[in-house]
Every structure is written in structure tokens, then in C-alpha cells.
């Protein structure tokens, strides 16, 4: 993907793998390619003046688009809304801090689908490169693609200009590409963990909020993790205590929320890199923490 | 406002004579009129808190009124008393909360005048959530918490031998019908916040002094991070002589004393480089 674009391929639109429109049998209307993501970055000269193919469902105002059939992205203005199959919940609880020995970042894997827990082991922190793990809140579908979209726009700027892309300028991509979405049903709520000259903590969401700082949990479970993170987050811990206050924080949140729960799952990231906390550094030899045993733990 | 009084006042004692010769309309509230409309919307923000351990039970709670983005009144008091051993904490509409929590007492005061003992915890909390369910579907909105000492003085003697305390009472009484008996319940838009921390740190052997540590803890986590709380906390300790009330605590010094620790841990930071 990242490749064939340095190398100009140039793929026909239609077949493009993502937003076909084709398939819509509506291949007459011509689509503005060029105006949205014309992301040229600084260089532009080194950027081989390749925009980004990026096909944005059409949004309401756009003039084209009251004569467009019936598309699942967003309804036209005149014709009845696409019932939804079930109502999209955004329970979740991720969470990040930074302490002196990097950052952690935590999360829950339930995938919840109205009062269905449509998925117990879902993962919720990507990589996004060797020192930047990004979590995701929201809706899980606009997550997975927008981290992948991430990726590849992370790893042309690698290749186009030799050097990585800092955390906050990747903030700041993030921010703009979601900017054409605001005000439709895309719901996306990232927290940026990673390492560049010092830990970062970004937290990026689709109504256009771009923050950075030192704590952030996200989701229905948020509230029951701020209050034991404010309770005992210091920049002191050392990281086998961040560890311990990081899963004790979504445990608690999973005890309390029911979109939140199942396993806990823990990155640490550092200068020399993200590293996924296999527990058996800590105390049990399963990959993921099954919460129901860590129940009995504290219990006991 | 007046409507509402008189609906309630005949839908709970019918064999009262002052009232049978009224004149005032017996239909429901709002039942096929139009609502009047809200000069404001109206904001549930609070946190109270309320928990039982071997020492009786301890009931905290934040004293701000807020009023949709205004702070309304800054020392309002969340925590009313009913009588000597019951305790009510109140949230949502403060003043449906006066309001129902003056109705209640008024209630508890007939019945122990006719029948000579004390209503239990339980049954007051009967008795508010039948005093509520015909506004079920209103906007009225009424969330407490009564938290009790039943005395069983001329009671049964089943009551007496207990080994765990039973009797202190926890009961979540709420206008739309819940009537839940509990050890621990945490209400309004500060909650989440609070129920974490009450949720790692309370048992059943906690002593009176670890109990109000945790309590205020609690309520100051959640004022810390819910817009909707804040100034002062309040505390309550029921126990078998009654409740007992804790000096009114500013959090505002201790917001003061953590943000004096957070500048102190920067100035640390920017010492340190960032090694391994």
C-alpha cells in the first residue's frame, strides 16, 4: 500500500480497495479526487506530487450528492435513514499515563454492540510504529481503519523524508484527516502513546480535540479509572507499580461498567521501544490478564 | 407546586380527616395537561456516597448545587436528617429533595406518635418509594439514600441477637421506582468517580476513622474531575446512639495541598534526564 504509492502506481479509482463506489453501480457521477486530502507536506518537491487517494463518502452539503442512491456512509437529505441493525455503543475503557519510566497504556478487549459483547478479546492498542502505540475508543469499526490510515501515512513520511514523523505532528495528521468527518456519525477517540525526545501523551477525537498531557482514560469505564489513577498516579512510580496502578484502574472500571471487561491488556513504551507486558513477568502466565482471576486476587 | 403537595398528601393517608373535606383536585400531576416548560435544564450534578462497616454507616457527600454550567449555591447541605437514626442523602432535584425529605419525616413523626415505635429503615423506604411511584413518568426527580439505625425498642424479639450488625440499614430509594437494599451505593454525576475508589478500599473491617478517610477521599476524587461537584464535604456517621456530624471540610485546601505536591513532583522531573 505505502509502496505502491511512492512508486506512483497508479491505480484505477474504481478499483481502489476501499470506498468502491463502483459497487454502487454509480460510476457515471464524477467524484472530486483531488480537494480533500491533498496533504502535501512541507517538501513538496520530495513528495513525488502524489495526493492522497482517499475517497471520502459524500457528506450532506456536497451538491453532487443529492442525486447519489442510497449510500450506508451518510444518508442523503431526502430519503429515509438506514436503519442502524443495532444501536452502536462506545463502551470501552483505554487509559494512558506517563510516569518517570515512560508511558503505559491500558485497555479492556470487550467489544460491546448494544448490550451484546459482540467480541471478549479485542485488541484496542495498536502500534503504529516502534515507539508509538495508539489507543482506540469510539466506534470499533471507524478505529481499526482510521489506525491503519495512520500507518500508512506514518510510514510514507518515514520513506519520503528519512526520518519519523514526530508524535505530535502526527497528532496534528490525525486531527486534520479527521476534521472532514466532524459533524457525521464517525466516532473516533485515539490517545497517542508513544516516546520522541521524552514521553508523549496525545489524545485525538473525531469532534476535533487535540490534547496532550500527562493522564487521559477514554470510555463509558473513564470515570471509575480517573478517580483510582488521580488517587495514586505520581511521577515517581516505578514501573512495576505503574503496571499494578494501570490494571488496577481497569479492573475497577470493568467492575463497575458492563460495556467494559474481560481481559486487560498493557503496552509500556520507552525510549528503546513499546513492549506488550506479557504476564508472566508479573505474576501469571497467560498473555492477556483474564480479570475474573484478578478478581479473587485483590479480593483475597 | 401546590398540585403536588396535595396529590401526595392523599395518596398517602386517606384516613386523615383534615383532608378528605378539601376541595383541591385529586387527578395526577401532568397527566393531560401541558408541562409547564423549564426556565432552565435542569442539572443532576452531585456526588453522595453512603456505606455500612462495622462501625455503623458512614454517609458523605459534596455540597454544590449547580444549576446547568451555574453554581447555584456553593454550601447547600445534601445530607438531611430524618429523625435522631435516620439519615437521607439527596440527589437530583434539590427541591423535590426538601421537599420529599420534609414529606418523609413528617410521615416517620405520625407513625411513631400512633403506633409508639420507630418505623424501621426499611419501611420508610417503602413508605418514600410508594409516596413517589404516582409521579412515576413526571419530571420529577428524586434519588436518595436512607441510611439507618433500626432501634427495635418495643420490637420483636427476633431483632435482638445479631452477630454482624444488621442493624444498620442501607436502602437506594430513586422517583422511578428502584428500591434497592445495599452495603454500598454511590449516587449522582460524580459517582463513577467515587465508586472506584470506595470500591478498593471498603470492607466490612474498616475502623471509624479509615472509614472517613475513605469517604472523604471519595468525594474528593470525584469533585477533582466532575464539573458538577465541588466546594465542601459533608459526613455522617450513624451508629446505635444516632448520627453524629463531622465539621463541614473545605476540599478546597485539599486540592490546594495535591497541587503543591504535583508542582513539587515537576520541578523533580525537570531535574531528572531521560534515561532508561
Given at each position: 500500500m505505502a509502496l505502491e504509492d511512492v512508486c506512483s502506481f497508479k491505480e484505477r479509482p474504481v478499483q481502489h480497495k476501499w470506498f468502491s463506489f463502483s459497487s454502487l453501480g454509480d460510476a457515471a457521477i464524477p467524484f472530486p479526487k483531488s480537494d480533500y486530502y491533498n496533504l502535501r507536506l512541507e517538501t513538496s518537491e520530495n513528495n513525488c506530487g502524489v495526493p492522497l487517494h482517499f475517497f471520502i463518502?459524500?457528506?450532506?452539503?456536497?451538491?453532487?450528492?443529492?442525486?447519489?442512491?442510497?449510500?450506508?456512509?451518510c444518508p442523503p437529505k431526502n430519503s429515509m435513514t438506514v436503519q442502524r441493525p443495532f444501536r452502536l455503543a462506545h463502551g470501552t475503557t483505554t487509559l494512558g499515563f506517563i510516569f518517570q519510566g515512560g508511558v503505559i497504556a491500558a485497555a479492556d478487549t470487550r467489544a460491546s454492540a448494544g448490550g451484546l459483547v459482540?467480541?471478549?478479546?479485542?485488541?484496542k492498542i495498536t502500534p503504529i510504529h516502534s515507539h508509538l502505540v495508539v489507543t482506540s475508543s469510539g466506534s470499533g469499526a471507524d478505529c481499526m481503519l482510521w489506525e491503519r490510515i495512520l500507518i500508512r501515512e506514518i510510514r510514507l513520511y518515514q520513506l519520503r523524508h528519512g526520518h519519523r514523523l514526530s508524535i505530535r505532528a502526527t497528532a496534528k495528521l490525525l486531527s486534520s484527516m479527521l476534521h472532514p468527518f466532524k459533524g457525521t456519525e464517525m466516532c473516533v477517540a485515539l490517545t497517542l502513546c508513544g516516546w520522541d525526545n521524552g514521553p508523549k501523551l496525545i489524545y485525538v477525537c473525531s469532534d476535533g480535540a487535540r490534547l496532550q498531557g500527562d493522564v487521559f482514560s477514554v470510555g463509558s469505564g473513564s470515570p471509575y479509572a480517573y478517580g483510582v489513577l488521580d488517587r495514586e498516579l505520581r511521577w515517581s512510580l516505578s514501573k512495576g507499580e505503574a503496571i499494578s496502578l494501570a490494571r488496577e484502574a481497569v479492573f475497577r472500571a470493568t467492575h463497575r461498567d458492563a460495556y467494559s471487561g474481560n481481559n486487560v491488556d498493557l503496552f509500556h513504551i520507552t525510549a528503546q521501544g513499546w513492549i506488550h507486558i506479557a504476564l508472566h513477568h508479573i505474576m501469571l502466565a497467560v498473555k492477556m490478564c483474564d480479570l475474573s482471576l484478578l478478581c479473587h486476587y485483590y479480593v483475597q | 407546586f401546590i398540585h403536588i403537595l396535595c396529590v401526595g398528601f392523599l395518596a398517602v393517608s386517606s384516613e386523615d380527616p383534615f383532608l378528605t373535606s378539601s376541595s383541591l383536585p385529586t387527578c395526577l400531576p401532568f397527566a393531560s395537561s401541558q408541562s409547564v416548560p423549564l426556565p432552565f435544564p435542569m442539572a443532576h450534578g452531585t456526588t453522595t456516597l453512603a456505606f455500612m462497616f462495622q462501625g455503623g454507616v458512614m454517609a458523605a457527600a459534596d455540597t454544590r448545587s449547580s444549576c446547568s454550567g451555574l453554581v447555584a449555591c456553593p454550601a447547600s447541605q445534601k445530607i438531611l436528617p430524618i429523625h435522631s437514626h435516620l439519615v437521607g442523602l439527596t440527589s437530583g432535584t434539590s427541591a423535590d429533595c426538601a421537599l420529599w425529605k420534609r414529606i418523609l419525616a413528617r410521615e416517620l413523626r405520625l407513625y411513631q406518635l400512633r403506633h409508639g415505635r420507630r418505623l424501621s429503615t426499611s419501611g420508610a423506604a417503602k413508605l418514600l418509594s410508594h409516596m413517589l411511584h404516582p409521579f412515576k413518568g413526571t419530571e420529577l426527580c428524586v434519588a436518595a439514600t436512607l441510611c439507618g439505625w433500626?432501634?427495635?425498642?418495643?420490637?420483636?424479639?427476633?431483632?435482638?441477637?445479631?452477630?454482624?450488625?444488621?442493624m444498620t440499614e442501607l436502602f437506594y430509594v430513586c422517583s422511578d421506582g428502584t428500591r434497592l437494599r445495599g452495603m454500598l451505593f454511590s449516587v449522582g454525576s460524580g459517582s463513577p468517580y467515587a465508586y472506584s475508589i470506595l470500591d478498593q478500599g471498603v470492607h466490612w473491617g474498616l475502623s471509624v476513622d479509615e472509614a472517613k478517610s475513605i469517604a472523604r477521599e471519595a468525594v474528593y476524587r470525584a469533585t477533582y474531575r466532575d464539573a458538577y461537584s465541588g466546594n465542601c464535604v459533608d459526613m455522617y456517621h450513624i451508629t446505635s446512639k444516632g448520627w453524629t456530624r463531622r465539621n463541614r471540610e473545605d476540599l478546597k485546601e485539599e486540592y490546594y495541598r495535591e497541587k503543591e505536591r504535583r508542582k513539587h513532583e515537576k520541578t523533580e522531573r525537570r531535574d531528572v534526564t531521560f534515561s532508561d
Open positions: 463518502p459524500p457528506l450532506p452539503h456536497s451538491s453532487s450528492f443529492i442525486n447519489r442512491p442510497l449510500s450506508s456512509f459482540a467480541c471478549p478479546a479485542v485488541h | 433500626d432501634g427495635g425498642e418495643t420490637g420483636p424479639g427476633s431483632r435482638g441477637e445479631t452477630t454482624k450488625n444488621q
